[in-house]
């Protein structure tokens, strides 16, 4: 079948990577793509938003599937609106990427479907003095969110009660525009992160991909601000399997279930970032589509063909088909601009390495005639497969180290932490 993926980021390309393998796939088109996935299919100059033109466009090239990198594009009904075709979309409707596009509608379907979460209130201009009082009978820090997209930036946590109710007038007043004309204020959880992937059929059927840890925060050490994901390691030393079986019976059956119970269509993925409080895994969030960088790791564990999976979801029916997941483990590390997550140059030319055990794969690049220059905070993400998580990561770095273009940064820290706790444990 011709399939159009939509994106452009290094998670599109890892995606790209994988179904360009597949012996199911016949055509591959990124729209719009960056500097590197045009390696695994051809580039296209469309907005995923702009729904009529990919219409169009897959109409002229039988088009067959549409995969959703972004969640844009689901947020604003991409589902919805190739409802009346013949083309498959993976992913949710509108209704169901509601899970990521409102936070109040998602700590209320938690709330609904007892899963477990952290407490909350939601509250808006006209509650805003309700909203301080709530603060005022929380404990330190606080946990303030926008209620809608903010391109991962939505999330305050602050120390200081009065900065706190500050904040939270500054969301309301504008902050992040509309996103933030409800603010999500909630109780701080505890504990570890980690990204659990589930492709779901919307009729019941579900599967658990490899699950993965990512490391948000620019700075060594997990410090400095927020970054949409500096690298990402899977397994994840800590969802073993008695972990995984209480995230499959307190989160990811009811999940499933409470969608069909409210008549919302779902078939794509389910990303949900968890935390491990103490044993207990809790929802921290739902997005509605693969996450990045963690896609960039847990595509080299997946085995088995991805294509059929994709298609068998966006039909409805899983039925018996298998996911295999490599024993292996795989790391990516992301590779990015001086000054991200704030501003920085682009059109730094880039030279990679000529060889690499490494994968590389392109986030933010683009070619400018036959020169690779950077266009993004992230530029380019080296993930890397071996035995161990320790070794994935010693090929990743020594590839991160061999990139080359002016003002490059990387966290040399990547999976520390875990490799900290597998040693705990032995
Ligand atoms: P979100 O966009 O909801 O994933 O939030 C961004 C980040 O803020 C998360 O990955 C967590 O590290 C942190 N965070 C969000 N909610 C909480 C919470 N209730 N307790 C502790 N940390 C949180
Ligand atoms: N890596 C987190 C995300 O994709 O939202």
Redesign the pocket.
Known sequence: MNILLLGSGGRESALAWKISQSKSCSKLFIAPGNGGTDSYGENVAISPLDFDAIKQFCNQNSIEMIVVGNEDPLVAGIWDYFQSTDILVVGPSKAGAALEGS?DFAKAFMTRHAIPT?AYRSFTADTVAEGEAFLRSLKAPY?L?ADGLAA?K??L?IDNIDQACASLREMLGGMFGASSATVVI????SGI?CSVFVLTDGNGGYRVLPVAKDY?RIGEGDTGP?TGGMGAVSPVVFANDEFMQKVTSRIIEPTIKGLKEEGITYRGFIFL?L?NVGGEPMV??YNVRMGDPETEAVMLRIDSDLVPLLKAAAEGNLGDLPLEISKQAAVTVMVVSGGYPGSYPKGKAITLPAASESILFHAGTRREAEQLVTSGGRVISVSSKADTVEEALKLSFATAEAIEFEGKYFRHDIGADLLRLANDDK
């Open positions: 936070k952290a946990v969110k991962g939505g999330v946590i909630e109780e701080f959880l992160e948000k927020n970032g935390i921290i969030e």
